[in-house]
């Protein structure tokens, strides 16, 4: 698996953007995908996970009802619609594939991690 995150940027509150994970040799269809954060100074904690067939999503309370996981498994790439960004969004934004088809919410949950993508919301 090799996983490539991309589409951070800087926005400004209130703004949109839709992060991508593409896996680019085509493996992580049977498994869970999970997008974790990173912010200066703090733990990396868990955003969201989608399972393998794409019909069970998981969020953290912070981002429920802005943010919203997707898959599309014939292009092996997994999204991330970040909607309404506040500045406390702001951080280096990391796509997972979990160990099994049903993601949890733990950094042990995951097998393989992405590079990451930072994103910056400013005020």
């Known amino acids: 698996v090799q996983l490539q995150a991309s589409g951070g940027g800087l926005v400004q509150a209130g703004d949109s953007l839709t992060l991508s994970c593409a896996d680019s040799r085509r493996t992580f269809s049977n498994n869970g995908v999970g997008w974790f954060r990173q912010a200066p100074g703090k733990e990396r904690e868990f955003v969201a996970s989608i399972n393998w067939r794409g019909g069970s999503t998981n969020y953290q309370d912070n981002v429920q009802g802005r943010f919203t996981i997707s898959r599309d498994n014939a292009k092996n790439t997994v999204y991330l619609q970040m909607n309404s960004l506040k500045p406390e969004d702001t951080a280096v934004y990391y796509c997972?594939?979990?160990?099994?088809?049903?993601?949890?919410?733990?950094?042990?949950?995951?097998?393989?991690w992405g590079q990451g993508t930072q994103v910056t919301v400013s005020s």
């Open positions: 997972a594939v979990s160990r099994s088809s049903h993601p949890g919410r733990g950094l042990t949950d995951y097998r393989y």
